[in-house]
């Protein structure tokens, strides 16, 4: 292990997260062939050689419960993907929309309302290829849909204290109730809803106008109605025991292993649905975010700011979208906590939430849920650029966060 001073640690720490921020933006390295995975482990790998993290503190930054609940989920969708059961939705969602219009508003509010209600990493991983597939079939560019599937889970996930880790973090770290929370923020999501679709509908009118092919109903799938059936039931107990209290990664994995033990499907067709490259990200990404943390770089740039910077509804915002963008949303609240004032907590604490949250929209890397979808995409042969992502995250993310502060001061 190189031995360094605390303050090399922490550029070593700067160098590697702005190295792998920036494959992660692009998709891709410009120079060599390292795509988004090949840099977690790159990343990763740099921090422990470095000596920014030991190996044991590497594995102890790993989150693995939310792989083990990624991994479970995937195990889930791919045995709906064998069934058949995408095709069965997207040949009920094309008989019932007419209009490409009508399947972005469609997207939008499935994606939101779901996000509400279970965590929004898991409903990309199980809508995206929903909508991937109608859009194959239904002859439509689906660029904008799949914009919309990763910011309306984004903004949905902002309306409740279960729709995504962060607010899970904060619903313990603060003590909020429910329903006050949700009282607050689930204005601010259904306006975000409404603005992702005018901003969708405005960016991409020319790939919005017109009717879908009516020639996509015309497809015969093999539907087994058995193991829909089977994985339906699992995925809703799965869901029913999370929301009763019981650990996510507990249940999940229950589940998952429930439905691989079966007569009917052949388990190399499951694993091979299973991916392996988003899991690495994530594990990577841990690792890469445990070096920063653990290197002292954000306690070092936070003494920078001035005291103003948290204690202005305004600068927190700003602080908070930027933060989140940097080292993701979770890290950026672990930080940020420590600058919530003690009077008014409440507000606070809830300002956080909903503007980690939204930051998520901003850039392709400011979210998992992006990643998540971003990686299904390019399995599926569609690219979405950090460019063509900001094109549209920008202005959502300046609206929505606008927004939310106005409203925010109703409750001072």
Not at 59 to 80: E, R
Not at 193 to 214: A, D, K, M, N, W
Not at 260 to 271: A, D, F, G, Q, S
Request: net charge positive; hydrophobic share 55%.
């Amino acid at each position: 292990m190189i031995g360094l001073d605390q303050y090399t640690v922490a550029l070593v720490a700067g160098v590697i997260l702005a190295l792998a921020l920036f494959v992660f933006t692009l998709g891709k390295s410009p120079v060599f062939r390292v795509d988004r995975a090949g840099a977690a482990i790159i990343g990763a790998a740099a921090m422990i050689a470095c000596g920014v993290l030991s190996f044991e503190e590497a594995m102890q930054s790993v989150d693995f419960k939310t792989i083990v609940i990624l991994f479970s989920m995937m195990i889930v969708v791919a045995n709906l993907k064998i069934a058949g059961f995408f095709d069965l939705i997207g040949s009920a969602i094309l008989r019932q929309i007419s209009s490409k219009q009508s399947l972005l508003l469609s997207t939008i509010m499935v994606s939101g309302v779901m996000s509400a209600l279970a965590i929004n990493d898991v409903v990309c991983l199980l809508f995206t290829p929903v909508v991937l597939l109608v859009c194959r079939r239904g002859k439509c560019n689906p660029m904008p849909h799949l914009l919309a599937v990763a910011m309306a889970s984004n903004i949905g996930s902002a309306a409740t204290l279960l729709g995504n880790p962060q607010n899970i973090l904060i619903g313990s770290l603060s003590g909020l109730s429910f329903a006050s929370y949700f009282f607050t923020a689930s204005p601010i999501a259904l306006g975000g809803l409404l603005l992702t679709h005018g901003i969708l509908s405005v960016l991409y009118r020319r790939e919005l106008s017109g009717f879908i092919s009516p020639e996509a109903e015309q497809h015969s799938v093999v539907i087994h109605g058995y193991l829909i059936a089977k994985t339906l039931l699992v995925l809703t107990a799965i869901l029913a025991a999370y929301i009763a209290g019981f650990e996510l990664a507990l249940a999940s994995s229950v589940g998952a292993a429930f439905l691989l033990i079966t007569r009917r499907v052949n388990p190399n067709k499951v694993y091979a649905s299973v991916d392996f490259n988003l899991l690495v990200i994530f594990i990577g990404l841990f690792i890469i975010v445990g070096g920063v943390e653990k290197s002292g770089l954000m306690g070092e740039l936070m003494a920078f700011l001035p005291s103003s910077a948290t204690e202005h509804r305004g600068l927190f915002a700003v602080l908070t979208v930027i933060l989140s963008n940097i080292v993701s949303n979770v890290p950026a609240v672990l930080l940020l906590k420590f600058f919530v004032p003690v009077d008014h907590a409440e507000i606070w604490w809830k300002s956080l939430a909903l503007f980690s949250t939204l930051a998520g929209n901003l850039t392709i890397t400011g979210s998992v849920a992006n990643l998540i979808v971003a990686e299904i995409a390019k399995r599926n042969n569609v690219a979405i650029s950090a460019k063509e992502y900001l094109k549209a995250g920008l202005p959502l993310t300046v609206l929505t966060t606008g927004m939310a502060l106005v409203w925010l001061t109703l409750f001072r």
